[in-house]
């Protein structure tokens, strides 16, 4: 723990433990306690998520946080303005320290499910999966389902190339690839929903 270090993402966000000193001249600070699960932003597919969240319009949008760990993700939607995130993990750890970083942070609007699938009625304008290849192929039709017409998926916890992988699930999906960003040879794809509900 004593060796974490903040996390910037330009002047956008920046990711510190309780510890440190606040952070000044960025748009959204986030406190993380940093235990053992990915997503402190020191991860390539953590920072490449955010780095993407800022080319989003989080306002009023509701949004799906698949595979939340630690839940920066989902506490840097509620600071961008999402009117409700539902934070999923299917592991009791990361949930535990999910609710504990949400508290630190004043976060309100997310509801925190612990299930190891994306089996849900709720509606998202944004969904944003930080998982794996093999998770995202296996929910990518629920994924699907879970968009409302025109919806932004961003796409992580992937390796370099496997965009190749993912292109044919996702045209049988109606999920348009936009846009990949690459870091250490990690991959975050921003895409969308071209099917109407």
Known sequence: ????????????????????QP??????????????????????TTFLVMEQMQQIDFKDKHVIDFGTGTGVLAILAEKMGAASILAIDN???CISNAKENMEANQAVKIELKKAGSLLTHKKADIIVANINLNVILDNLAAIAACCNGNGIV????????DEEKLQPAFET????LEYITEKDNWIALR?????TS
């Open 154 to 161: 961003v796409f992580s916890g992937l390796l370099s190339g």
């Open 91 to 93: 592991d009791d750890w």
């Open 191 to 195: 895409t969308h929903y071209t099917k």
């Open 1 to 20: 723990e004593s060796s974490f270090e903040p996390v910037l993402v330009g002047n956008f966000a920046a990711v510190r433990a309780a510890f440190h």
């Open 173 to 176: 999906h109606g999920i348009l």
């Open 23 to 44: 952070i000044k001249d960025v748009a959204h600070e986030i406190i993380i306690t940093p235990k053992m699960s990915f997503g402190t932003g020191h991860h390539a």
